[in-house]
Nanobody, 124 residues
Framework: QVQLVESGGGLVQAGGSLRLSCAASGRTSSTFPMGWFRQPPGKEREFAAAISGTGMMTYYAESVKGRFTISRDNAEKTMYLQMDSLKPDDTAVYYC?????????????????WGQGTQVTVSS
C-alpha cells in the first residue's frame, strides 16, 4: 500500500501564491507517475498536472498552464505543486495521486492511490 498526505492548502487572495506538498510513504517507488487533481465546489474532480516518475516529463491542464508548476523530490518521496497568479476559479479541494506504471497519467482511472485532499480557497 501507498499512503499520500497533502499539505499546504489555505486561503489566499487572487493573484497570490501557494505551494502544495504531497508526501508519500509505504510501498512507494520513485518511478511512480504522480499527479494533482482538483475538485471545485459542486463539480467533478478534474485533472490539473502530472509528472513522470523521474520528473523529466510534465503535463498541465490548459486552465493552469503557465501558472502552476509540478515537481518532485524522489529522495524525499515528495511531490509539489507551486501555484502562482491564483484566481477564484482555482478554489477547490486539491488531491494528489500516484499511479502504477510509467510515463504521464492524466485521467482519474489511471491512478491507484489518492491522498485525503487539501482545501485551496482563492478570494477575489
Amino acid at each position: 500500500q501507498v499512503q499520500l498526505v497533502e499539505s499546504g492548502g489555505g486561503l489566499v487572495q487572487a493573484g497570490g501564491s501557494l505551494r502544495l506538498s504531497c508526501a508519500a510513504s509505504g510501498r512507494t517507488s520513485s518511478t511512480f507517475p504522480m499527479g494533482w487533481f482538483r475538485q471545485p465546489p459542486g463539480k467533478e474532480r478534474e485533472f490539473a498536472a502530472a509528472i513522470s516518475g523521474t520528473g523529466m516529463m510534465t503535463y498541465y491542464a490548459e486552465s493552469v498552464k503557465g501558472r502552476f508548476t509540478i515537481s518532485r523530490d524522489n529522495a524525499e518521496k515528495t511531490m509539489y505543486l507551486q501555484m502562482d497568479s491564483l484566481k477564484p476559479d482555482d478554489t477547490a479541494v486539491y488531491y494528489c495521486g500516484a499511479a502504477v506504471g510509467y510515463g504521464l497519467k492524466i485521467t482519474l482511472s489511471q491512478y491507484t492511490y489518492w491522498g485525503q485532499g487539501t482545501q485551496v480557497t482563492v478570494s477575489s
